[in-house]
């Protein structure tokens, strides 16, 4: 989902009101589109393409330290090993093979090859060596940051489907599977490079997509000014958010409301591309 780094910490400055200030942060957030926050209003005017919202995850996290710097390079093109597709081609190949309250497990089926063995559990275990790549590139360039690496929230109930999840309920219950794979792999990517990993998927239970007002996460169909589909909402931005700052503070934080507020001054504006 996401990679925050933070360089030049010190020791953390007393609580006050809803931040927790880490003297000095200078912070850069990395992601795909689940960490840019792509049709979260308002969409950032730097970076054309990536989809890039004043309200993703990144934003609160910065307000939430009170960083000195932050510099969001997260984009909705991002492909490392390309975690997007391995869910996108689940929910977009697998939303019109039958009704959501329909029996059995045809999304499954129709990624399990002729020996049995299915494809999506075996691409989300292969991810794991992408990502310690990647992850090594991060401590290469950084050598001295302290890095998160995030991972996804659930994107499916426990038990049960809706007509915003467009799967059965077995298909439901498999695809969450494939996510906790998933999870584990990026998890045990960050642990090899000396990165910090932190699950979101615990507290995002109740907010998947079949939530209603509590969904986190947004369903089959795209919500212009609210989310993707699929991804995050601005409340599961800031949700997500407040379990990231507390990871890298240890600091327990109240519930965030209203927009992001990085601290003034500390915005670093990407570098326009070429013409």
């Known amino acids: 989902m996401g990679c925050t780094v933070d360089e030049g910490a010190g020791p953390p400055a007393p609580v006050a009101d809803k931040t927790v200030g880490l003297v ?14 792509a049709l979260i209003p308002l969409m950032r005017n730097d970076a054309s393409g ?8 990144p934003a609160y996290v910065a307000e939430l330290l ?3 710097t932050y510099r969001d390079a997260t984009c909705a093109g991002a492909t490392t090993a390309d975690l997007v597709g391995l869910f996108g081609s689940i929910i977009g190949g697998c939303s019109g093979l039958a009704s959501w309250d329909s ?25 794991r060596g992408e990502l310690t790549r990647a992850f090594a590139g991060v401590r290469d360039a950084a050598p001295g940051a302290d890095v998160l690496v995030v991972g996804y929230p659930l994107l499916m109930p426990e038990r049960g ?12 219950v498999w695809a969450s599977r494939i996510g906790v794979l998933l999870n584990r792999s990026i998890e045990r990517a960050a642990v090899a490079n000396g990165a910090t990993f932190v699950d979101v998927s615990r ?26 589909s699929f991804h995050p909402f601005q409340e599961g931005m800031a949700g997500i958010a407040r379990i990231v700052a507390e990871a890298a503070t240890g600091e327990k934080l109240p519930r965030l409301t ?10 670093v504006r990407a570098t326009p591309l070429p013409s």
């Open 50 to 57: 990536c989809f890039r919202s004043s309200n993703n995850y």
């Open 66 to 68: 009170d960083v000195a």
């Open 258 to 267: 209203g927009d992001a507020e990085p601290p003034d001054g500390s915005i």
């Open 203 to 228: 507290a995002s239970r109740g907010h998947d997509v079949c939530a209603g007002p509590d969904a986190w996460v947004n369903g089959r169909r795209d919500r212009p000014e609210r989310a993707l």
């Open 103 to 127: 029996p059995g497990s045809p999304c499954r089926a129709s990624f399990t090859e002729a020996n049995g063995v299915d494809t999506k559990a075996r691409d989300a275990r292969r991810i």
């Open 24 to 37: 000095g942060v200078d912070y850069v957030a990395l992601g795909d589109s689940f960490s840019s926050g």
């Open 161 to 172: 489907s809706c007509a915003a999840a467009g799967l059965t309920a077995a298909d439901a």
